[in-house]
């Protein structure tokens, strides 16, 4: 399985960047997987970066966080084509809490913190996801949440 998403054909997620493929025959074999992909010509795609640091300005709390989570979860489980993005990146499904049982909450975190480079990029190639995405300071906001209550968790 590869390490990314070819989606589109023209587009492939590798680690933090996104890069662009122009064909004229030639093969790249990514660096992290091994998997060949057809292009030429590479290009660094930064659309992403720059529609996070648009967004840079917003009140990370989990009071803000966990609508926007619930939000984007419900627009890609509602979506058989997102969905299937998703599942090119990770085996994994995002879980949607149940709002009287905080110890779903949690487990909505941490699954969508597993899912982070997943999630960027199906955000990434749907526009009209775009109001989701969700910028590094939430992800290290996200992570430390899991963190401090992640003992909690097993205490039950």
Known sequence: ???????????????????????????????????????????????????????????ATPKTMTPKLRSLIKSIKASRNRCEKLKLTSTLKPILDVVTQWNSTFDMYER????????????????????????????ERINLLVDVLRPFKDSI
């Open 1 to 59: 399985m590869d390490c990314g998403i070819n989606i589109g054909k023209q587009y492939l997620y590798q680690g933090t960047e996104y890069k662009r493929y122009l064909g004229d025959g030639t093969s790249y074999r990514c660096e992290n997987c091994n998997e060949i992909y057809q292009g030429s010509e590479e290009k660094n795609y930064d659309e992403l970066a720059k529609l996070k640091q648009s967004e840079e300005n917003t009140d």
């Open 112 to 139: 969508v913190f597993k899912l982070q480079t997943a999630l960027d990029a199906v955000v990434f190639f749907e526009t009209e996801l775009h109001q989701y995405i969700i910028t590094d300071e939430e992800w």
